[in-house]
């Protein structure tokens, strides 16, 4: 086998994947509230609205929502028979061990793993998370991931 042929080899997989972050689902089926993949982005759905069928076509959804990482908030049309990708999103949550100087969390998973390559937030959350550490408390930090991307998106204190 060449070197070319196992370059394309290489590829498809990579693209198998990632598929697995994302599945369809028709846009007239997506909900307010609910995740949805805009410009290569898991976004969390904060507005919707449908507009009739026109003289030609389908009707289509306008959709309106925010990064659920960067908080940027960005929208898309889509016809309502047309499908869309719909992000994995999962949230677990943590015991927190530690803040390392360079800004990351260590966190304890259910099983007694360490996990070390979560950063602490930025702004409020990051403030208050730091803030309830120095106090000596002993926190739960929620994590969400979806598409290869995972943040620390909630804490509260644990009631151990």
């Not at 369809?24 to 759905?45: D, E, H, Y």
């Not at 309106?64 to 047309?82: M, N, Q, R, Y």
């Not at 927190?96 to 996990?115: H, R, V």
């Amino acid at each position: 086998m060449s070197a070319e042929e196992q370059h394309s080899f290489d590829e498809h997989t990579q693209a198998d994947a990632g598929a697995s972050a994302t599945y369809p689902m028709q846009c007239s089926a997506l909900r307010k509230n609910g995740f949805v993949v805009i410009k290569g982005r898991p976004c969390k759905i904060v507005d919707m609205s449908t507009s009739k069928t026109g003289k030609h076509g389908h009707a289509k959804v306008h959709l309106v929502a925010l990064d659920i990482f960067t908080g940027k908030k960005l929208e898309d049309l889509c016809p309502s028979t047309h499908n869309m990708n719909v992000p994995v999103v999962k949230r677990n949550e943590y015991t927190l061990i530690d803040i390392s100087d360079d800004g990351f969390l260590s966190l304890m998973t259910a099983d007694g793993d360490t996990k070390d390559d979560v950063k602490v937030p930025e702004g409020d959350l990051g403030d208050r998370i730091r803030k309830l550490w120095d106090e000596e408390k002993e926190l739960l930090i929620t994590v969400q991931t979806a598409m290869g991307e995972e943040a620390a998106v909630d804490v509260k204190e644990s009631n151990k």
